[in-house]
């Protein structure tokens, strides 16, 4: 996983990304570590825009208005979870009530939550399995 992680970031560095926290990895033959990481500048010709790095690592991405954000996040192949940060809770859940996906947060956390459930759960363009909640 460590090995992955680090390909994706360095794909994102050579491609124009800029480390505004952490950044390369320790690596040698037993071990291969990554600091908390958080990357800038990141497009979509780079592979960590829309594969998950399973590191310690946030790829962000600027958009100019909130429907290219719901664009972005409806045209991702996977849809399992998605997140809206806001400080308007009524307009997160407008916004969240868009996204293509198995599971949408607003202003919380996307990290096990699923776990909760006890149960699987697939996007609606993953497997094509259903929802595990549904905001509609």
């Known amino acids: 996983i460590a090995e992955s992680s680090i390909a994706k970031l360095a794909d994102a560095e050579r491609k124009g990304a800029k480390f505004i926290l952490g950044g390369p990895a320790f690596k040698n033959k037993e071990t291969a570590a990554l600091q908390p990481t958080i990357i800038t500048g990141v497009t979509s010709n780079m592979d960590i825009f829309d594969e998950e790095s399973f590191g310690p690592s946030l790829a962000v991405h600027i958009v100019d208005d909130e429907e290219e954000a719901v664009k972005l996040v409806n045209a991702s192949v996977y849809g399992l979870v998605g997140a809206v940060h806001t400080r308007d809770m009524h307009h997160g859940l407008q916004i969240a009530r868009r996204l293509e996906v ?30 595990l909640t549904d905001l509609r």
Do not use: M, Q, W
């Open 102 to 131: 198995g599971i949408a947060h607003v202003n919380g956390a996307t990290t096990y939550d699923e776990c909760k459930f006890h149960s699987f759960f697939y996007g609606p363009r993953c497997f094509r399995h259903g929802l």
